[in-house]
């Protein structure tokens, strides 16, 4: 999920430049989507992590 908004967010930037701003009050923001991204992404690399952990060890 955090990969797809990440592309998302990513993709609507580079695709509309003028259209999407990081701090925009009025309109949508880029940088809700990484922020959605960063949010959901760290249950899933501290599951990683803590595997990496216990096969490593």
Same mark, same amino acid.
């Given at each position: 999920?955090?990969?797809?908004?990440?592309?998302?967010?990513?993709?609507?930037?580079? *695709?509309? @430049?003028?259209?999407?701003?990081?701090?925009? @009050?009025?309109?949508?923001?880029?940088?809700?989507?990484?922020?959605?991204?960063?949010?959901?992404? *760290?249950?899933?690399?501290?599951?990683?992590? *803590?595997? *990496?952990?216990?096969?490593?060890?």
């Amino acid at each position: 999920m955090g990969v797809a908004s990440a592309g998302t967010a990513v993709w609507l930037a580079s *695709a509309y @430049p003028d259209a999407y701003y990081a701090f925009d @009050p009025g309109g949508t923001q880029v940088g809700e989507f990484l922020v959605l991204a960063g949010a959901l992404s *760290a249950p899933l690399l501290l599951h990683a992590g *803590a595997e *990496a952990y216990y096969r490593l060890r």
